[in-house]
């Protein structure tokens, strides 16, 4: 049985809405601001739907460029909900940055050490010992035939030989610098090349073809991963003779940027999301705990759609929406601990394709700006923590169109291919605490 909804014109009263795909519970009595020129107040009221169906799913990102990036991850943990992660990083170098340096006889070498800078980006939990490795690429980085860039599933063969490594606890917070001591016959090999101008330091290709470049691999029991910046140096140090004798140093860094490229995995095993991959792309978040798991870097992203939208069509009272807000609530108790909420969020329109479209946008003075979510976190009770979203103008293009119920959106970190904050979003199952739209339309009176 169909009830008539209530109307209001400045305010909201509460509404009985009952049709086909959605249900108006209850509107609370609220103040609202939409300007002056959308409504005649004569013919028109303003009604409140809160309760359309948000479809909301975990489809599988299957890949993504990682080089130039210009972060190294490296390091590995284990989520219960998203499973083990993993991540290497490759490196290629070039000659030392100071192309005139000149070692005099008498030189003694001291050691050879990687220099890598903190970029303040960790996921995981740093209180465990966090180990990371270094390893000589066995094969020159180079792109294959109609290839432009390197991504998460690419990866490059090294050396079983470490050649170093540390471990350590690591507080990213405060820790600038890490160095590794490497290998002294490798030190001594470079050193007795640059004294002596030999043929593999002549020119950049030479160097590269005789040395290849670095993979940086984290420990096994490591449950962190750590970010780096690709300003990373390869420092030999030595001796100059004299009476007293003088340290020096010769630097190398990175070749070419876009040679530098990080190697994700996850591990899917045990988890809720253990079927998605390249067979089983989507999966509905009722068959994944109620839930829609958003880890864009370790393959999965949580879509939303709104696939009965144009049963806004069958009220006889509908004329148009005048404002739609998309609420996005993580599952309580998801983001304890180390699990942190990704601080910002864009949504990006997709289709059945589930390709990465246009970022939804608001209006900021004369121009359009891509929203990020206005994340608010309840401390208190933990049932208010949301990313909110003006949704208005995409539903208002979604509504009319033919194909729409075949269209979403991606919900994903800003700098996605970099951040590993994960978010399990929770879908109408999950109560109060569901994710929601509200829209509020133009009704005739």
Request: include cysteine.
């Given at each position: 049985?169909?009830?008539?909804?209530?109307?209001?014109?400045?305010f909201?009263?509460?509404?009985?809405?009952l049709?086909?795909?959605?249900i108006?519970?209850?509107?609370?009595k609220?103040?609202?601001?939409f300007?002056?020129?959308?409504?005649?107040?004569?013919?028109?009221?303003?009604?409140?739907?809160?309760t359309?169906?948000?479809?909301?799913?975990?489809?599988?990102?299957?890949?993504?460029?990682?080089?130039?990036?210009?972060?190294?991850?490296?390091g590995?943990?284990?989520?219960?909900?998203?499973?083990?992660?993993?991540?290497?990083?490759?490196?290629?170098?070039?000659l030392p940055?100071?192309?005139?340096?000149?070692?005099?006889?008498?030189?003694?070498?001291?050691?050879?050490e990687v220099?890598?800078?903190?970029?303040?980006?960790?996921?995981?939990?740093?209180?465990?010992?966090?180990?990371l490795?270094?390893?000589?690429?066995?094969q020159?980085?180079?792109?294959?035939?109609?290839?432009?860039?390197?991504?998460?599933n690419n990866?490059?063969?090294?050396?079983?030989?470490t050649?170093?490594s540390?471990?350590?606890?690591?507080?990213?917070?405060?820790?600038?610098?890490?160095?590794?001591?490497l290998?002294p016959?490798?030190?001594?090999?470079?050193?007795?090349?640059?004294q002596?101008?030999t043929?593999e330091?002549?020119?950049?290709?030479?160097?590269?073809?005789?040395?290849?470049?670095?993979?940086?691999?984290?420990?096994?029991n490591?449950?962190?991963?750590?970010?780096?910046?690709?300003?990373?140096?390869?420092?030999?140090?030595?001796?100059?003779?004299?009476?007293?004798?003088?340290?020096?140093i010769?630097?190398?860094?990175?070749n070419?940027?876009?040679?530098?490229?990080n190697?994700i995995?996850?591990?899917?095993?045990?988890?809720?999301i253990?079927?998605?991959?390249?067979s089983?792309?989507?999966?509905?978040?009722?068959?994944?705990?109620?839930a829609?798991?958003?880890?864009?870097?370790?393959?999965?992203?949580?879509?939303?759609?709104?696939?009965?939208?144009?049963?806004?069509?069958?009220?006889?009272?509908?004329l148009k929406i005048?404002?739609?807000?998309?609420?996005?609530?993580p599952?309580?108790?998801?983001?304890?601990?180390?699990?942190?909420?990704?601080?910002t969020?864009?949504?990006?329109?997709?289709?059945q394709?589930n390709l990465?479209g246009t970022?939804?946008?608001?209006?900021?003075g004369?121009?359009a700006?891509?929203q990020?979510?206005?994340?608010y976190?309840d401390?208190?009770?933990?049932?208010?923590?949301?990313?909110?979203?003006d949704?208005?103008s995409?539903?208002q293009?979604?509504?009319?169109?033919?194909?729409?119920?075949k269209?979403g959106l991606?919900?994903?970190?800003?700098?996605a291919?970099?951040?590993f904050?994960?978010?399990?979003?929770a879908?109408?199952?999950n109560g109060?605490?569901?994710?929601?739209v509200?829209?509020?339309?133009?009704?005739?009176?």
């Amino acid at each position: 049985m169909k009830q008539r909804p209530r109307y209001f014109t400045i305010f909201l009263l509460p509404a009985c809405l009952l049709f086909t795909s959605f249900i108006i519970s209850s509107c609370e009595k609220q103040d609202i601001t939409f300007g002056s020129g959308f409504i005649d107040n004569t013919i028109t009221n303003l009604v409140l739907v809160d309760t359309v169906t948000v479809n909301v799913s975990t489809v599988y990102v299957d890949s993504f460029v990682t080089s130039g990036t210009h972060s190294i991850l490296a390091g590995k943990y284990k989520d219960e909900k998203f499973g083990t992660i993993a991540s290497q990083s490759f490196v290629q170098l070039g000659l030392p940055s100071n192309t005139t340096y000149d070692i005099p006889n008498g030189s003694v070498f001291d050691s050879l050490e990687v220099i890598l800078k903190l970029n303040k980006s960790f996921y995981g939990d740093t209180l465990v010992p966090y180990k990371l490795s270094v390893y000589q690429l066995s094969q020159q980085i180079a792109y294959s035939t109609a290839q432009y860039s390197f991504f998460n599933n690419n990866s490059w063969p090294y050396s079983n030989t470490t050649l170093g490594s540390s471990e350590m606890i690591i507080n990213p917070s405060t820790r600038d610098t890490l160095a590794i001591k490497l290998s002294p016959a490798l030190g001594q090999e470079l050193f007795y090349k640059l004294q002596n101008k030999t043929i593999e330091v002549q020119t950049v290709d030479q160097f590269v073809n005789y040395f290849k470049g670095l993979a940086f691999v984290g420990g096994t029991n490591n449950n962190c991963i750590i970010g780096f910046k690709d300003s990373l140096t390869m420092r030999l140090h030595y001796q100059k003779p004299g009476v007293f004798s003088e340290s020096a140093i010769i630097d190398f860094g990175i070749n070419q940027i876009n040679y530098q490229f990080n190697n994700i995995t996850s591990d899917r095993s045990g988890t809720a999301i253990a079927a998605l991959g390249p067979s089983n792309k989507q999966l509905a978040a009722s068959a994944t705990g109620n839930a829609g798991y958003s880890q864009y870097i370790s393959g999965a992203v949580t879509r939303l759609s709104f696939p009965y939208l144009k049963d806004l069509y069958q009220l006889p009272d509908f004329l148009k929406i005048v404002k739609a807000e998309l609420e996005i609530k993580p599952v309580q108790n998801s983001f304890l601990n180390y699990y942190r909420l990704p601080p910002t969020l864009r949504l990006s329109a997709t289709d059945q394709t589930n390709l990465l479209g246009t970022d939804l946008t608001t209006i900021a003075g004369s121009s359009a700006v891509v929203q990020y979510g206005n994340l608010y976190i309840d401390n208190l009770y933990g049932t208010s923590t949301a990313y909110t979203y003006d949704v208005t103008s995409y539903l208002q293009a979604l509504l009319p169109n033919t194909e729409g119920s075949k269209n979403g959106l991606l919900v994903l970190p800003p700098d996605a291919t970099v951040i590993f904050n994960r978010l399990l979003i929770a879908n109408a199952a999950n109560g109060a605490n569901k994710t929601q739209v509200k829209i509020y339309y133009a009704a005739v009176k």
